[in-house]
């Protein structure tokens, strides 16, 4: 079983619908999760950043996580087509070793339909 | 003014070839990492550094030695390269190990 699970896709969906992207872990240790939105040919760009469990709101976008599920979500109001890109998930432990790299989900393509 | 430059940014080569791709960034961060990501979008990570301390070192062969001059620089040279090397390589940095990282824009790497 991998550390991190995460839906590839591709899900695509009409403009202005609200998006939820998913990931699953199994590592109870992880105390930072990070959502990441990539373009094709592009690195990966830094969209949200939690610690610990909670919401946390960022223009037209949510991330929660909810340690007791081991269970994170991107949420994306009013999608747009610029929208359309790879997101991937993220997370790591807190503390000095490497049991605090980061482990990246599989990504999911996402797809606006205009 | 990028944050995290790499280059270069597409490499090709032939098989058996040693080549090397440079990191830097200026964002002050003490963490620096080298990502492989292969075909299918999958990002894993190769080594990490933390103000030049070797912290994170993956199951890599060998061949792939980082180097870190200082903690805003972190270099990856690749000796004998094999066709299954072909992948974009990223750099990344974050201001303590394993929090929020940002992410150089890849080095194409295509060993022919």
């Known amino acids: 079983q991998k550390e991190v699970e995460q839906d590839p896709g591709p899900l695509s969906v009409p403009e202005g619908a609200i998006v939820s992207l998913n990931c699953t872990y199994s590592?109870?240790?992880?105390?930072?999760f990070m959502w990441y939105r990539q373009y094709s040919r592009k690195g990966p760009e830094l969209l949200m950043y939690t610690y610990s469990s909670g919401n946390k709101e960022d223009g037209r976008f949510t991330a929660q996580v909810d340690k007791s599920s081991k269970y994170i979500s991107l949420f994306i109001r009013d999608s747009q087509p610029s929208d359309s890109a790879t997101y991937l998930c993220?997370?790591?432990?807190?503390?000095?070793?490497?049991?605090?790299?980061?482990?990246f989900g599989s990504g999911t393509r996402l797809s606006i339909r205009p | 003014d990028t944050a995290v430059s790499q280059t270069p940014k597409y490499l090709v080569t032939q098989m058996g070839n040693d080549k090397s791709i440079k990191c830097e960034q200026n964002?002050?961060?003490?963490?620096m990492y080298w990502y492989k990501q292969d075909s299918k979008k999958f990002l894993k990570i190769m080594f990490s550094?933390?103000?030049?301390?070797?912290?994170i070192n993956e199951t890599v062969p060998n061949r792939f030695s980082p180097k870190s001059p200082d903690k805003a620089h972190l270099n990856l040279h690749i000796n004998s390269l094999e066709l299954g090397d072909s992948a974009v390589y990223f750099c990344?940095?974050?201001?303590?190990?394993?929090?929020?990282?940002?992410f150089g824009q890849g080095t194409r790497l295509t060993v022919v």
């Open positions: 993220a997370m790591s432990a807190k503390g000095y070793s490497s049991a605090s790299k980061i482990i």
């Open positions: 990344a940095s974050s201001q303590a190990i394993g929090g929020e990282a940002f």
């Open positions: 964002l002050g961060h003490d963490t």
């Open positions: 550094y933390n103000n030049k301390e070797l912290i």
């Open positions: 590592n109870s240790a992880f105390q930072y």
